[in-house]
């Protein structure tokens, strides 16, 4: 397969994803739920506008958005779901009364026949598309209008200081008075009727509601749909068929001459450019940043058990569990991209041998960008959780409540402006190096475009408005979560690590670009369209659960290949005895491939077949997969970057093994143990509770408060300890190699 046709191959498969993927962010917008202009009762009384809702879905942001319970599935794991919620509890309060009405009993001393002809008369009601697109306006019966009523009543007692939901709080990690004004809890009651609504409405025309009927919930007649069952099967096919194929094509591969290991280190020890030196204190506020997330789990995954207080510590007063989990989250994407980022930049221009004019004041200035932006976007958040902000001001500079992408609008931008400025440092950098017609000039092109894609792509956040229809806020969102994160990041490290290798003569040039050409393009085939199994439910239509449900199957195929990578690094660390100097930076890369298979192989897959997410949406089974990809994958790969370049940076050293060695087992032993011990069984009893009951059951207080379930949720100590004292130990090492007690003298 020469590189002329895999360049073709890979144009081939960005254009078509693409249009496919913009095509239907087109149908998103076109056919979202509405938001009508008046929510009024048959007798024209009205309860909400339009600009309610908007306002409302502001509200929520300020308040932490996805940080605090679920909406539409997506979000935080602790709390419930507010649309399933809503909707179950609208649903018991108009069986209840119509019970009462007509039998003058409540809803559970009636016969099961009894109570099956009034769940047709709720499901009639509450079923019909009562929206008339022409005047705006949605028609609710009186007896909804009590419901609704019965609703914000209780959601308003629940978000203020209620003592009587005291307990209920500490349940839900919610902290007192996280909204104090009346009138912001209306609001907020507002965009939840809405997004239940969406839950049980059919579109206009078709059997199935605006979020294919999900959630599962009995009373209503939200039952998984014939698409969900046959995407479903046609994903597994395509799973099958794509691993056969990748079967065939690795064995073949491996029947070639495997390449020969330099019998002496290939590299001659050079000076370091002033713009290298200058990347060193990155590492070090990777280092930090890296403890500061881990802390802030910790506290996230104690809140889970003792809901307001750390170990009695009323610590939710000044960091409330929304802040925790929104710093734990975002602080790991910094340090994640920090590291990404300094690797480029110390790489760049040992690629090419140049150094180009002002490269450290560049590096620099980036460095202090970067500071800046941490600590504005965490101080910005706590502010708007906090409510000490408007809700226009939160969306710029507090909290935009849309998880991973958090951050106030003005710190997005002044992100994405600090990642073109790292695209212009290394393009300028590496330049030269691509105008040389060599061996590894294709190698360096695709360098190159992961660059421009890192820093293009980001952009995508910035696609919605503080009150953009919710739908179209998460097709944009995952843009930046699964095409930026999982996507290009994953581009760049495949070249990144192919690039270290050819470096020290580990592979050729030729073989390391048509590998690196090959496995982007079978990565980008599935994983670009593979991004709409994010978006099943989030009021897409279906074809977007079809294209979802086919290409993430494919976007599985190659990574279930990652033993074949983890075996070959392995032998490649063991191959002459001057790797050994480079085996934990090649440990990592194995971890890296283990973690691809398990964490975004099999646990991915557990989630993504679409009758599998239908009834996993929301649950700790997300974050089984969320831990095991983000940190075993890319936070791993971030910590081998980082390992490499200070390997490289004192080629002359010798380490001492014994904390970086712990570091390295017990990160891995820990992350391990924690989904192993605690979220992975939480989550597949969610899972049992889901199915039996229904999503609002499996996120209850009721369900999550039980004695197994806080024992499970206790065992994640285990695998938290030994992980953090991994973290503590990598980070001593880190300085030490500035400070000496890391190298043997």
Not at 147 to 175: K, V, W
Request: glycine share 8%; net charge neutral; hydrophobic share 50%.
């Amino acid at each position: 397969m020469t590189t002329r046709n895999l360049w073709i191959g890979f144009l081939a498969v960005m254009t078509i994803s693409f249009a496919v993927l913009l095509y239907y962010g087109r149908e998103i917008y076109r056919q979202a739920p509405p938001v009508p202009d008046k929510v009024i009762t048959t007798e024209s009384v009205t309860l909400f506008t339009g600009q309610d809702i908007r306002d409302g879905q502001n509200v929520w942001q300020s308040m932490g958005g996805q940080e605090v319970g679920t909406v539409w599935g997506h979000g935080a794991y602790q709390a419930p779901d507010w649309s399933a919620d809503w909707l179950h509890r609208e649903a018991v309060y108009m069986l209840n009364q119509m019970a009462l009405q007509n039998y003058t009993l409540p809803w559970d001393a009636l016969k099961t026949d009894t109570q099956a002809s009034l769940k047709v008369l709720l499901q009639d009601e509450l079923r019909k598309n009562s929206f008339d697109p022409t005047t705006g306006t949605l028609t609710v019966s009186p007896l909804r209008a009590e419901a609704i009523a019965s609703n914000s009543e209780y959601y308003s007692s629940l978000f203020t200081d209620d003592p009587q939901f005291a307990g209920l709080r500490d349940a839900y990690a919610i902290a007192e008075n996280s909204l104090r004004d009346p009138e912001r809890v209306r609001l907020l009651n507002a965009f939840f009727f809405w997004t239940s609504w969406s839950c049980v409405t059919q579109r206009p025309g078709q059997d199935i509601t605006y979020t294919n009927n999900w959630p599962a919930e009995e009373l209503v007649g939200n039952r998984p749909t014939g698409s969900l069952l046959l995407w479903t099967g046609f994903s597994v096919i395509m799973l099958i068929a794509g691993i056969g194929i990748m079967g065939w094509f690795y064995a073949r591969q491996r029947d070639s001459a495997p390449e020969l290991v330099p019998a002496s280190f290939p590299l001659t020890h050079k000076a370091q450019t002033p713009s290298q030196i200058a990347t060193v204190k990155y590492f070090w506020i990777v280092s930090l940043l890296l403890l500061v997330q881990v802390a802030m789990g910790i506290v996230t995954a104690h809140y889970t058990v003792e809901g307001q207080a750390l170990y009695g510590l009323p610590l939710a007063k000044i960091l409330p569990y929304s802040i925790s989990r929104t710093w734990h989250i975002q602080i790991a994407i910094f340090w994640i991209a920090t590291s990404w980022l300094a690797t480029g930049l110390y790489y760049a221009p040992a690629i090419s041998g140049h150094e180009p004019k002002y490269q450290r004041l560049g590096v620099n200035f980036l460095f202090i960008a970067l500071l800046i932006i941490v600590l504005g976007s965490l101080a910005g958040q706590w502010m708007g959780v906090m409510q000490k902000l408007g809700l226009v001001q939160n969306f710029w500079f507090g909290h935009q409540g849309y998880e991973y992408v958090d951050l106030g609008r003005f710190w997005q931008l002044f992100l994405f402006i600090g990642l073109i400025i790292w695209l212009l440092l290394m393009g300028r950098a590496i330049w030269p190096a691509i105008k040389k017609k060599s061996d590894s000039r294709n190698l360096l092109i695709l360098f190159l475009v992961s660059t421009v894609a890192i820093a293009a792509f980001y952009g995508a956040g910035l696609m919605w408005g503080r009150q953009t229809n919710l739908a179209m806020a998460e097709y944009w969102r995952w843009w930046v979560v699964h095409l930026w994160v999982e996507g290009f990041f994953e581009v760049f490290a495949a070249v990144v690590i192919a690039f270290l290798f050819v470096r020290l003569q580990l592979l050729k040039a030729a073989t390391a670009t048509v590998a690196v050409l090959l496995s982007t393009i079978v990565f980008l085939s599935g994983g670009i369209l593979g991004t709409f199994h994010h978006l099943y439910f989030t009021g897409t239509p279906t074809a977007v659960l079809a294209l979802g449900a086919t290409f993430s199957a494919l976007e599985v195929v190659p990574l279930v290949m990652m033993g074949f990578e983890a075996y070959d690094n392995l032998k490649l660390s063991r191959g002459a005895e001057w790797i050994k100097a480079y085996k934990w930076p090649i440990y990592s890369f194995i971890a890296v491939a283990f973690w691809n298979l398990v964490g975004a192989g099999i646990f991915g897959f557990l989630i993504n077949p679409p009758i599998a997410l239908y009834y996993m949406q929301g649950l700790n089974t997300t974050p089984v997969h969320g831990h095991t990809a983000l940190f075993g994958v890319y936070g791993i790969l971030g910590i081998g970057l980082m390992l490499f370049v200070l390997r490289d940076m004192d080629q002359k050293s010798v380490w001492k093994e014994p904390v970086i060695k712990f570091a390295f087992w017990a990160i891995n032993i820990g992350l391990a143990l924690m989904v192993l011990l605690s979220v992975l069984p939480v989550g597949l009893a969610q899972t049992v509770a889901s199915v039996q009951e229904g999503l609002w059951y499996a996120r209850s207080a009721e369900f999550m408060q039980q004695p197994h379930i806080e024992t499970f949720r206790w065992l994640r100590t285990i695998g938290d300890t030994i992980f953090a004292a991994g973290t503590v130990a990598l980070a001593w090492f880190i300085f030490g190699l500035r400070f000496g007690w890391s190298i043997k003298k």
